[in-house]
Each structure stands twice: as structure tokens, then as C-alpha cells.
């Protein structure tokens, strides 16, 4: 009897130590900060403490094993204790860093107690890349109830098998619907299932505004995808709205403006806070266009879309002014978002009416506001199937089938971005941006230009006046030098 309790003991703690959810995440090797051993992580959850019993190997520019990773306990049922939400969770959230590699594809392989959890190959991508590959996509279920999202899945499977690497996943927000919801379950099935591809390629995410629990706090998603934001490395009382990051040719902005669309932001703090760290972070990426010249700003939320019985379809233009001022000035690319459950193609526009462009056939140019995407076509099964929308005058195309968008920056002046159905894996649009290097020098760094510009007028206007003055003081004393040797004379 002792032995089957003992044994029966063993298994239920193995059981809470078995790991799951395996997810990679770049890290701030790829910020501003570009610490060297900070370049992946690898996150994986259990349900007990599990201390010391995992290490990673790592197959890359050397062979080595890593023993030494931070373990953190996420306590929801603590969050919530007095509230009506009653929820009853707890896991253990785990996290490996890779230091940055030379070689461009790392091998490597979770192990537990000498049993391999999980064996993959991942691109771990260059700062100086001269192509760049990331997947957009977004609202995206994975209950399975509908089936809506079981064909991404199952894209991403053959993906996987044919070893198509891509440098990153961007998530544009509204994971499981909810993540918090059924006592947090619907969440660890979202992280059971989706490591299916977030352990094969790092996975960057924006908050949806169905990820952020019955608090509103989004706290599970964020212990749960710690992204690398600023705040993390210093002081300031930065809340975890914005981060950014550089692969290749491209710098890439996340921005979650949440609080500001739900009225949430009444005396405009987190407002100005955000569009602050965004002036920075421009001026920053502005000063570096040489060598980093595309400029990509990722988020949940639309400035323009279709559905006018969604406030953020009629209002987001206003609720997001400040921040639409700042993608012109400093000519930002693309910008991508969700929410709406279905992909869109939109014009650059600004202020709620045309801004100026030129375009070929499908190649943007000369474009003096962002091309805008809606990236909400992964499969949810919340709300009604994906739908065509009545036409605006901003809408170029629009596509109801699921799908995921494929971002490739060619070089530094050519940009494709092409919508994958993923039911048949075909291309259903495709367009092209082409950067204008002459305008490009002009535009980017004409308040720059312009600042040294005014200062040598400035001294050079000085300079006249000196001499004027010089110049005048002399004609003074000769006259009356004259005037005295003509008195002389006489």
C-alpha cells in the first residue's frame, strides 16, 4: 500500500512539473539596449515550482548548456481575491536567455531530468540582415468550436515540416477570446496549442482589447509574453504600453493606445506619456534611417476601417490624432492592426481625408502617410464569420478569408507585403512600397537639415553685422582724419 502511494505521489509531481506552452520571444538584444545576452528567450509553464530540474543545449555558434533560468509564480487567484471574478489559478511562468549568436540558425533542446521536452531549429535574426521575413497576424481563437482558426493552425503545421523559417510572428492582439475567461483555462489551451509554431519562430505580440481580463490590467498576458519593454531596464514610471525593436532594414514600433480609445485616459496621462516614448523612439530610428530605413508601427486598433457600428471605425481618427501627427512627420512606413475580424488594404490617409501618394499598378511611392492593413483574418470564433464590409473611400481591397500577411523587406528600398490564404496557402494580394532615396534625404531629416541650416544663416547674418559695423567704424575715423588733415592744410 505504501508503495502505490509513494508511487502514485511521484506521478502527480511529475505531472506539475511537465512543461508546456513553449514559446520564444526576441529580447532586448534587439532594443536600443542591445544587450548581447539577452537575444532569445525561450518561456514554458509548469504547474509546481519545479526548481532546478530543467536545462537548455544550444547548438549554435558554440555547443553549450544553460542551467541557470528565472522562475516567477503567477497568482490569479491573488488578483482577484474580493472580487466578483472568483478565479482560482496559479502557475509557474519559466524563462531561458540565449546570449546573440554569429550564425543565423540555433539549434536548440528543452530538457527535464534527462527527458527532451522540445528539440527545434530556430532563424534567430541578424541587426544587419539584408532581407527580413515576419508573419502578421491576429484575433485568432483556439477552442476550435467553429474551426475558424484550425486552418492556421494547420498552415503553420506544413510550414513547419517544409522548414520555411521567418524571422518573427507579429500577433496583432485578441488572443482565445478570452484568456482570462473559465478560470483561466482558455488561456493555458491557447499556450498549450500555439506552441505548435511559438517554439519554432520568436513570437511578438500587442494586447487585444479581448486580452485584458476581468480587471482590465491584462496582467495574464503580459507574465505570460513578456515583451522587451523599456521599463524593464530603467527607472522611469513607464507603464508597458509601447516597445520597439530593430531586425535588419526595419525598425519596429508596438504600440497599445487601449486606455485611450475606452476613455479610460480622462486627464490624458498615459496619452502623453505614450506619444512621449513614441517622439523619442522616432527621433532615435529618424536619426538612424541610413542604415535602418523602414519604419513599421504594429497595434491592435485601426485608424481606419469599415464597420461604422464600431465606435473605433468612426472615431479612432480623432481618438488617435496625436499619434497619426507623428506618422507623418517622421514618414512612417505600414501600419498594421486587428480587431476586425477580416483583412484590409487601405490608402494612405490622414486626418480622415486623402493624403498624398503615387501609385503603379500595386507599388505605393512618393506617399506622405503610412499604407494601413487590418490583420484580423487568424480564425475567431467569437462574434460573426469573417465578412466583406461596405467600401470607404480609403478601402482598397478587402478579403473575408483566413489568412496571415507575409512582411519582406527586400533591401533598403523595396517592401512587399502579400495576404496568404491559408486554406490553399495562395496569395490573394500583394503590393509593393518603393522608398525614394532622394526624397527620402529630404524629407527624414529636414528638421535636422533645417536646424544647422538656420544657425549658419544666423552666423553668417551676425557676421555682416560685425563687419558692418567695423567696417562703419573705420569710415568714421578716416572721415575725421581727413577732415583734420584738410584743417592742416587750410
Known amino acids: 500500500m505504501f508503495m502505490i502511494i509513494f508511487l502514485f505521489l511521484m506521478e502527480s509531481i511529475q505531472k506539475q512539473c511537465e512543461a508546456y506552452g513553449v514559446r520564444l520571444f526576441l529580447g532586448h538584444y534587439y532594443t536600443s539596449l542591445k544587450i548581447d545576452t539577452d537575444a532569445l528567450r525561450i518561456v514554458f509553464n509548469t504547474k509546481n515550482i519545479c526548481n532546478n530540474q530543467f536545462q537548455l543545449f544550444i547548438k549554435g555558434d558554440?555547443?553549450?548548456?544553460?542551467?541557470?533560468?528565472?522562475?516567477?509564480?503567477?497568482?490569479m487567484t491573488d488578483v482577484y481575491i474580493g472580487t466578483k471574478a472568483n478565479i482560482e489559478y496559479e502557475t509557474y511562468i519559466h524563462t531561458f536567455q540565449i546570449p546573440k549568436q554569429l550564425s543565423s540558425i540555433v539549434f536548440y533542446t528543452l530538457i527535464s531530468n534527462d527527458t527532451i521536452i522540445k528539440q527545434a531549429q530556430v532563424k534567430l535574426p541578424h541587426l544587419q540582415q539584408e532581407t527580413t521575413k515576419v508573419l502578421f497576424f491576429g484575433d485568432m481563437d483556439s477552442r476550435w468550436v467553429y474551426n475558424r482558426s484550425k486552418q492556421t493552425f494547420d498552415w503553420f503545421e506544413n510550414q513547419i515540416k517544409q522548414?520555411?523559417?521567418?524571422?518573427?510572428?507579429?500577433?496583432?492582439?485578441?488572443?482565445?477570446?478570452?484568456?482570462?475567461?473559465?478560470?483561466?483555462?482558455?488561456?493555458?489551451?491557447?499556450?498549450?496549442?500555439?506552441?505548435?509554431?511559438?517554439?519554432?519562430?520568436?513570437?511578438?505580440?500587442?494586447?487585444?482589447?479581448?486580452?485584458?481580463?476581468?480587471?482590465?490590467?491584462?496582467?495574464?498576458?503580459?507574465?505570460?509574453?513578456?515583451?522587451?519593454?523599456?521599463?524593464?531596464?530603467?527607472?522611469?514610471?513607464?507603464?508597458?504600453?509601447?516597445?520597439?525593436?530593430?531586425?535588419g532594414f526595419v525598425h519596429f514600433i508596438q504600440y497599445d493606445p487601449v486606455k485611450i480609445i475606452y476613455k479610460a485616459d480622462p486627464y490624458n496621462l498615459?496619452?502623453?506619456?505614450?506619444?512621449?516614448?513614441?517622439?523619442?523612439?522616432?527621433?532615435?530610428?529618424?536619426?538612424?534611417?541610413?542604415?535602418?530605413?523602414?519604419?513599421?508601427?504594429?497595434?491592435?486598433?485601426?485608424?481606419?476601417?469599415?464597420?461604422?457600428?464600431?465606435?473605433?471605425?468612426?472615431n479612432n481618427f480623432q481618438y488617435l490624432a496625436e499619434f497619426e501627427k507623428l506618422f507623418k512627420e517622421f514618414h512612417v512606413d505600414l501600419y498594421v492592426s486587428g480587431?476586425?475580424?477580416?483583412?484590409?488594404?487601405?490608402?494612405?490617409?490622414?486626418?480622415?481625408?486623402?493624403?498624398?501618394?503615387?501609385?503603379?499598378?500595386?507599388?505605393?511611392?512618393?506617399?506622405?502617410?503610412?499604407?494601413?492593413?487590418?490583420?484580423?483574418?487568424?480564425?475567431a470564433d467569437y462574434g460573426a464569420e469573417i465578412?466583406?464590409?461596405?467600401?470607404?473611400?480609403?478601402?482598397?481591397?478587402?478579403?473575408?478569408?483566413?489568412?496571415?500577411?507575409?512582411?519582406?523587406?527586400?533591401?533598403?528600398?523595396?517592401?512587399?507585403?502579400?495576404?496568404?490564404?491559408?486554406?490553399?496557402?495562395?496569395?490573394?494580394?500583394?503590393?509593393?512600397?518603393?522608398?525614394?532615396?532622394?526624397?527620402?534625404?529630404?524629407?527624414?531629416?529636414?528638421?535636422?537639415?533645417w536646424n544647422i541650416f538656420l544657425i549658419v544663416w544666423i552666423l553668417i547674418f551676425l557676421l555682416i553685422l560685425i563687419l558692418f559695423y567695423l567696417f562703419r567704424r573705420l569710415k568714421l575715423k578716416f572721415n575725421k582724419q581727413y577732415l583734420h588733415a584738410t584743417d592742416f592744410i587750410v
Request: proline letters at 3%; charged letters at 20%; hydrophobic letters at 35%.
Open 339 to 379: 480587431h476586425q475580424h477580416n483583412y484590409q488594404r487601405n490608402y494612405p490617409y490622414y486626418q480622415n481625408n486623402s493624403a498624398s501618394f503615387e501609385m503603379d499598378g500595386n507599388i505605393y511611392y512618393n506617399y506622405e502617410s503610412p499604407i494601413t492593413i487590418i490583420e484580423g483574418a487568424g480564425g
Open 387 to 449: 465578412m466583406i464590409l461596405e467600401n470607404k473611400p480609403y478601402t482598397v481591397k478587402q478579403m473575408d478569408q483566413n489568412g496571415v500577411g507575409l512582411l519582406q523587406v527586400m533591401n533598403k528600398t523595396h517592401l512587399q507585403f502579400q495576404q496568404i490564404r491559408v486554406s490553399t496557402n495562395q496569395i490573394i494580394d500583394e503590393f509593393w512600397i518603393i522608398q525614394n532615396r532622394d526624397t527620402y534625404d529630404i524629407d527624414y531629416f529636414n528638421l535636422e537639415y
Open 270 to 314: 498615459i496619452r502623453d506619456q505614450l506619444l512621449l516614448q513614441f517622439r523619442n523612439d522616432l527621433i532615435t530610428a529618424v536619426q538612424n534611417r541610413e542604415e535602418v530605413p523602414w519604419i513599421v508601427v504594429f497595434t491592435h486598433y485601426p485608424i481606419y476601417c469599415n464597420f461604422m457600428d464600431d465606435d473605433q471605425c468612426v
Open 62 to 75: 558554440l555547443e553549450f548548456n544553460i542551467t541557470n533560468y528565472k522562475t516567477k509564480l503567477l497568482n
Open 163 to 247: 522548414n520555411i523559417q521567418f524571422d518573427s510572428l507579429i500577433f496583432t492582439g485578441d488572443m482565445a477570446y478570452n484568456l482570462e475567461s473559465d478560470n483561466c483555462q482558455r488561456g493555458e489551451l491557447w499556450l498549450s496549442r500555439i506552441s505548435l509554431f511559438t517554439s519554432q519562430y520568436p513570437f511578438m505580440i500587442t494586447p487585444g482589447n479581448h486580452d485584458s481580463g476581468y480587471n482590465r490590467k491584462q496582467i495574464f498576458i503580459r507574465e505570460h509574453f513578456e515583451m522587451p519593454y523599456q521599463n524593464m531596464h530603467n527607472t522611469q514610471d513607464y507603464e508597458n504600453y509601447f516597445y520597439s525593436f530593430n531586425i
